[in-house]
């Protein structure tokens, strides 16, 4: 079981960038495909990106073209660059080991981090 630490969140005009960081403990992390997800108030919890061990990453279209995921497989890191920010990706971020929806509620999540976009 892997246990996760998300940072960087915070409050940004529209158009802005914030850049997410997520440590992931325990080994198997270099083996693993891990993803962020976000969850706003009210709605429920939502894919943003995944990135595989090797690297390659797949994106919601929600956010495709302004979000940039990356891993450091030597720190055990995660990031999430998020640029051309809008209001409407306000929300609480999380990243997880990328399971299916259906499995999530059973999932161990960490505290998360907040995003907010309001001038």
């Known amino acids: 079981q892997v246990q996760l630490v998300e940072s960087g969140g915070g409050l940004v005009q529209p158009g802005g960038s914030l850049r997410l960081s997520c440590a992931v403990s325990g080994s198997i992390f270099r083996i693993i495909t891990m993803g962020w997800y976000r969850q706003a108030p009210g709605k429920q919890r939502e894919f943003v990106a995944t990135?595989?061990?090797?690297?390659?990453?797949n994106y919601a279209d929600s956010v495709k073209g302004r979000f940039t995921i990356s891993r450091d497989n030597a720190k055990n890191t995660v990031t999430l660059q998020m640029n051309s920010l809008k209001p409407e990706d306000t929300a609480a971020y999380y990243c997880?080991?990328?399971?299916?929806?259906?499995?999530?509620?059973?999932?161990?999540w960490g505290q998360g981090t907040q995003v907010t976009v309001s001038s």
């Open positions: 990135i595989t061990p090797s690297g390659s990453t």
């Open positions: 997880n080991v990328n399971q299916p929806p259906r499995t999530w509620d059973r999932m161990s």
